[in-house]
Each structure stands twice: as structure tokens, then as C-alpha cells.
């Protein structure tokens, strides 16, 4: 148990909406990272938020957002879905040196 | 820029037998190491970590040291069981505090 949440488990979307992922974290994390993690291959970084600021991005383009809330919440934002965004989506709380991750989001892109 | 390197598996191991996940990592500075583990549909779980050089991370019979004259960081267990059958992802954590992952080695382990 991490302590750290996501929703919906998994999710079904169809090529060009949105989506929006859910995590909630612990309290006193101040920190929150976004991984997208393809099938077979290791979580790659999307962007970090450090008290409801972007503080770090990855390779991803700018359809792929965030937000993150005072109460240690936070959100991943993708429009305009592609097949290729079909992915596990990792949510991770930092503190210290040590990042504490969500069981995930699945999101198949159809 | 920082990556991480991994043994491509899959590894298949006997039970009770001698476990080696090799990593190598390229970085600038000194980064912190971790080794997460993978279940099957479950998300990441810290399994070991080593923040300096020579440090000797260890947790549920695995262990790992930090060796920077060699850049590694070595996953090791004595006696492996059916029970560690999963993904173990070699990781460090840049000046940034972005962690980086190699792409995983899945571990089967035949009872």
C-alpha cells in the first residue's frame, strides 16, 4: 500500500476525444509525476508538478497536460487520443528521494 | 542524457536458485538507484534503493550495491521463489528528480 490512488482503473476511448486520469497522493507530497508505460517497455517520464507547478516534461507533446491541486491531488489531460496512447498511465508521489507510485490507469485507445 | 541499461529477459530460474539482474547506468553527477518491482496488472513498488556510492541497498532477500567505478547497480537474491516472479526495473533519479527506468527484465521462476 502506497498510498497513492488513480482512477479509473481502465478506460476505453476512442481515437480524438479526451481523457482525463486521476491520482491522489499523500499528504505532504508535494511532488507528483506522470509515466506512460507501452506494453513490454519501462515507465517513460511525461511531466512533474511540484506545488501545482510544472517543474519538469518529458518527450510528450503539448496535448498531453496536467494540473495539480492543493490538496494533493492531481490530473493528466490528453486530447486528441491516438492509437499510440494506448498505455498503463503511473502516477507518482515524491518525498525525499523515494517515489511512490499508483496501481495505474490502463487506457486503450480504440 | 541519463539512461539505464538492463538485462533484456526473459530470465527463467529454478526455485531456491542464485538470481543476477545486471544494470548499468550513464548519468552526470552522483544519482540516487533503485530496483522497483512489477506484479502482474499492479502498478511499481520500491523494492530496494542506495542514495551514495558503495551504499548496499537490501529488502525480501534482494540486494544491490551502488558501484560507481563501474557504474552499475546489480539486482541480487540467494535463493529466488515462485512468489518473485515479476518485472524488476533498474531506475535512477537525475538532478531533476525525474526518475529514469530501463525497460524492465521479466523474471519467471519454476517451482
Known amino acids: 500500500e502506497t498510498g497513492v490512488t488513480q482512477s479509473p482503473t481502465h478506460l476505453i476511448k476512442t481515437r480524438g476525444q479526451q481523457v482525463t486520469l486521476r491520482c491522489s497522493s499523500q499528504s505532504g507530497h508535494n511532488t507528483v509525476s506522470w509515466y506512460q508505460q507501452a506494453l513490454g517497455q519501462g515507465p517513460q517520464f511525461i511531466f512533474q508538478?511540484?506545488?501545482?507547478?510544472?517543474?519538469g516534461r518529458g518527450n510528450f507533446p503539448p496535448r498531453f497536460s496536467g494540473l495539480q491541486f492543493p490538496n494533493y491531488s492531481s490530473e493528466l489531460n490528453v486530447n486528441a487520443l491516438e492509437l499510440d496512447d494506448s498505455a498503463l498511465y503511473l502516477c507518482a508521489s515524491r518525498y525525499g528521494t523515494e517515489a511512490f507510485f499508483g496501481q495505474g490507469t490502463r487506457l486503450t485507445v480504440v | 542524457g541519463d539512461s539505464v541499461t538492463q538485462m533484456e529477459g526473459p530470465v527463467t530460474l529454478s526455485e531456491e536458485a542464485f538470481l543476477t539482474i545486471n544494470c548499468t547506468y550513464t548519468?552526470?553527477?552522483?544519482?540516487?538507484l533503485f530496483w522497483y518491482v512489477q506484479y502482474p496488472g499492479e502498478g511499481l513498488q520500491l523494492l530496494l534503493k542506495?542514495?551514495?556510492?558503495?551504499d548496499k541497498g537490501s529488502n525480501k532477500g534482494f540486494e544491490a550495491t551502488y558501484r560507481k567505478e563501474t557504474t552499475s547497480f546489480h539486482l541480487e537474491k540467494g535463493s529466488v521463489q515462485v512468489s518473485d516472479s515479476a518485472v524488476y526495473f533498474c531506475a535512477l533519479s537525475d538532478q531533476n528528480d525525474k526518475i529514469i527506468f530501463g525497460k524492465g527484465t521479466r523474471l519467471h521462476i519454476l517451482p
Open positions: 508538478y511540484y506545488r501545482e507547478e510544472e517543474n
Open positions: 542506495a542514495t551514495k556510492a558503495d
Open positions: 548519468a552526470t553527477g552522483y544519482p540516487s
